[in-house]
């Protein structure tokens, strides 16, 4: 089992502190989230399943592969992830060379994951239809996938159309994984058809199971990466539970408060047998 670490749930200021001691202490991932922006109309931000607003505007935030190239040059071998990057509220070039040299100067550890979005107030802002999002996103990976692995692109489609084109440099893995978030229908048949794998919502084992014998019907024969939010992970001897459903990774939150972080990864480390270096 791999197991990575959610900074998006830590304060900004932590990050860099908490990656580091990730990279140390054997995790094999690191995952920031993303919103491009935020509106100052609330009414366009609850949540689905909720009656509550689920932004506040003056949240920090960042571009997540430009700051995931900052921690690149600060750490050796930890993956670096998003969970998950708005793709489709840009042009496929822009993200397709974002994560690209996130891969070269990490030397090949970018993972892509990507997802439709649920917040209306910034497609609107950013004058995009929200309701055909996912069909956008669907168009944008396939732009994305040709243009870090053919030698030149053109494309003729839907929402994204260009002339052939050159782009260099390729990403430094043969396929930078791109793993599909969300848990609609939409979101799970993405995962299974155009991508290498899913990020899923937090859960525990008995709630993730249903949605996994979903992805699993809609798969068929090719082998997906599965990652899960798991924070409620209770021990070591959980996690053969876990392979057993067919998950490859989990992010876990070993800590109570933002600044025990590094305490909860180091004692984590020890307690599941994580390789320090």
């Known amino acids: 089992m791999k197991f990575?670490?959610?900074l998006g749930l830590l304060h900004p200021a932590a990050w860099k502190d908490?990656?580091?001691a990730a990279d140390e202490l054997g995790f094999e991932s690191v995952w920031v989230p993303e919103h491009l922006v935020f509106a100052t109309d609330l009414s366009l931000a609850t949540y689905p399943g909720t009656?509550?607003?689920?932004?506040?505007?003056?949240?920090?935030l960042f571009d997540a592969p430009a700051y995931l190239c900052w921690l690149a040059g600060l750490t050796t071998r930890v993956r670096l992830?998003?969970?998950?990057?708005l793709l489709a509220l840009r042009h496929p070039f822009v993200s397709a060379r974002a994560f690209a040299t996130l891969d070269v100067v990490s030397s090949g550890r970018a993972v892509c994951g990507?997802?439709?979005?649920?917040?209306?107030?910034?497609?609107?802002?950013?004058?995009?239809?929200?309701d055909g999002r996912g069909a956008r996103l669907d168009e944008a990976i396939e732009v994305v996938r040709r243009l870090w692995s053919e030698p030149v692109v053109a494309h003729s489609g839907r929402f994204y159309?260009?002339?052939?084109?050159?782009?260099?440099?390729?990403?430094?893995?043969?396929?930078?994984?791109?793993?599909?978030?969300?848990?609609?229908?939409?979101?799970?048949?993405?995962?299974?058809?155009?991508?290498?794998?899913?990020?899923?919502?937090?859960h525990t084992l008995e709630s993730v199971a249903p949605q996994l014998a979903r992805l699993a019907a809609l798969r068929g024969s090719r082998?997906?990466?599965?990652?899960?939010?798991?924070?409620?992970?209770?021990?070591?001897e959980e996690v053969p539970l876990?392979?057993?459903?067919?998950?490859?990774?989990?992010?876990?939150?070993?800590?109570?408060?933002?600044?025990?972080?590094?305490?909860?990864?180091?004692?984590?480390?020890?307690?599941?047998?994580l390789t320090t270096r």
């Open 223 to 236: 082998r997906l990466r599965v990652t899960v939010h798991a924070y409620a992970l209770a021990s070591p």
């Open 4 to 6: 990575g670490v959610p």
């Open 51 to 60: 009656s509550k607003p689920g932004i506040k505007p003056t949240t920090p």
């Open 242 to 273: 876990w392979e057993a459903l067919g998950v490859d990774r989990l992010i876990v939150r070993p800590w109570a408060r933002g600044r025990d972080a590094v305490a909860g990864l180091t004692s984590f480390a020890a307690d599941y047998g």
């Open 161 to 202: 159309s260009f002339p052939e084109v050159a782009f260099e440099p390729k990403p430094v893995q043969h396929r930078l994984p791109i793993l599909a978030g969300g848990e609609s229908p939409a979101a799970l048949r993405r995962a299974a058809r155009l991508c290498d794998g899913w990020i899923s919502m937090p």
């Open 18 to 20: 908490v990656a580091v």
């Open 81 to 85: 992830g998003t969970a998950v990057h």
């Open 114 to 130: 990507v997802g439709a979005g649920w917040y209306r107030g910034e497609w609107d802002a950013a004058e995009l239809d929200f």
